[in-house]
């Protein structure tokens, strides 16, 4: 178990926990890649989560902040809105997941 706590997680994260969130995104992403369309999973992956902003909440809680107006940001893939939000939510809470895998916190999260 991890003594990670919020302020830690932010000022460590893009220095010495650069390649964890890295792999966090990365294992999202194939699961997400095996399952859903490829091409709107590229989509979500390039236009929508290069821009998010992973925060540990404490408790074992991640989030991922995602930038305004998402499906806007989806160019040149043809989705239903219900359906491409649906993906997005499903692939954030894998990012999360994952996070607390590599932050070890997979039993603190109630």
């Given at each position: 178990m991890?003594?990670?706590t919020?302020d830690?997680?932010?000022?460590?994260?893009?220095?010495?926990?650069?390649?964890k969130?890295?792999?966090?995104?990365?294992?999202?992403?194939?699961?997400?890649?095996?399952t859903?369309?490829?091409?709107l999973?590229?989509?979500?992956?390039?236009?929508?989560?290069s821009?998010?902003?992973?925060?540990?909440?404490?408790?074992?809680?991640?989030?991922?902040?995602?930038?305004?107006?998402?499906?806007?940001?989806?160019?040149?893939?043809?989705f239903?809105d219900?359906?491409?939000?649906?993906v997005?939510?499903?692939?954030?809470?894998?990012?999360?997941?994952?996070?607390r895998?590599?932050?070890?916190?997979?039993?603190?999260?109630?």
């Amino acid at each position: 178990m991890s003594d990670l706590t919020p302020d830690e997680f932010e000022e460590q994260k893009y220095v010495d926990y650069f390649p964890k969130l890295e792999t966090a995104y990365k294992r999202a992403f194939d699961e997400m890649n095996g399952t859903y369309d490829r091409e709107l999973v590229h989509a979500i992956d390039q236009q929508v989560l290069s821009e998010s902003e992973p925060f540990y909440e404490g408790d074992g809680e991640f989030t991922v902040e995602l930038p305004d107006d998402p499906l806007d940001r989806l160019a040149a893939v043809q989705f239903e809105d219900d359906h491409a939000r649906d993906v997005i939510d499903e692939h954030t809470d894998r990012i999360c997941a994952h996070l607390r895998d590599q932050f070890d916190l997979g039993d603190e999260k109630a």
